[in-house]
């Protein structure tokens, strides 16, 4: 598994929300500027995290995006999949069930299922907050 630029960078953008907003909306040029990245790219990684519900936008002089969740409540593995897809290592444990026609002899099936559960629950262990700078 890797996961890709819009990944990483959506996990980013949903980090700087985070720090940067105190319930105000905040401008893709700003966010743009503080991790260089063209605002037009950013409109692409913003506009699947708004479908999911972890932003929300509004238009206009003062608009931009801010969270529409808690970040305590935002589960890293949840903005991935968002932004990836599904993170399974192989397709045949990709739902959830093992759906190959193969699966009762295939020697290797246990190892990847055990690989796709770890994965998921080290991603779903963390929120957005555990994410966040810590201020001391």
Not at 15 to 26: F, G, L, T, V
Not at 73 to 96: A, F, Q, T
Request: with cysteine; net charge negative; hydrophobic share 35%.
């Amino acid at each position: 598994m890797k996961i890709s630029t819009k990944g990483r960078y959506g996990l980013r953008v949903m980090i700087d929300i985070a720090s940067h907003s105190r319930d105000e909306y905040i401008s893709l040029k700003d966010i743009a500027t503080r991790l260089n990245i063209t605002v037009k790219y950013l409109e692409q990684i913003v506009a699947p995290l708004n479908k999911a519900g972890f932003l929300t936008s509004m238009r206009g002089n003062s608009g931009g995006h801010k969270l529409a969740v808690l970040p305590k409540d935002c589960k890293v593995g949840d903005i991935l999949r968002v932004m990836e897809g599904n993170l399974s290592p192989v397709e045949c444990v990709s739902s959830g069930e093992i759906e190959c026609p193969l699966a009762e002899s295939c020697a290797t099936v246990t190892f990847w299922k055990g690989l796709d559960d770890v994965v998921n629950n080290y991603i779903d262990s963390y929120t957005l907050e555990d994410l966040l700078p810590k201020h001391e």
